[in-house]
Nanobody, 122 residues
Framework: QVQLVDSGGGLVQAGGSLRLSCAAS????????MAWFRQAPGKQRELVAAITSGGSTRYVDSVKGRFTISRDNAKNTAYLQMNSLKPEDKAVYYC????????????????WGQGTQVTVSS
């Protein structure tokens, strides 16, 4: 069993930066794919970025060049560095983990964090 605790959200002005963290418990972290999803009010949960155990990454087009996903297996932690934030990035961001690769479908991920709110003011 893996438990995820995500943190780092907050209120930032457009153009600003935030770094989200996802701390995982359990011994299998290094073998899991990690992902960040986000969900805005009235919208479906969407994949923002994902990273395999080997470091391959995937991003939604709207964040390419602005967001970077990374992981530190020694610390059992995944990160999402978000730069040049835009008002449309406002959402609850969720960390997720699974062993089925870099899928966009949330149902492919087995473990979820509680979510952290990101608000971007214009």
């Amino acid at each position: 069993q893996v438990q995820l605790v995500d943190s780092g959200g907050g209120l930032v002005q457009a153009g600003g930066s935030l770094r989200l963290s996802c701390a995982a418990s359990g011994r299998t972290f290094s073998s899991l794919a990690m992902a960040w999803f986000r969900q805005a009010p009235g919208k479906q949960r969407e994949l923002v970025a994902a990273i395999t155990s080997g470091g391959s990454t995937r991003y939604v087009d709207s964040v390419k060049g602005r967001f970077t996903i990374s992981r530190d297996n020694a610390k059992n932690t995944a990160y999402l560095q978000m730069n040049s934030l835009k008002p449309e990035d406002k959402a609850v961001y969720y960390c997720a983990a699974g062993n089925r690769g870099l899928h966009t479908d949330p149902s492919r991920y087995d473990y979820w964090g509680q979510g952290t709110q990101v608000t971007v003011s214009s």
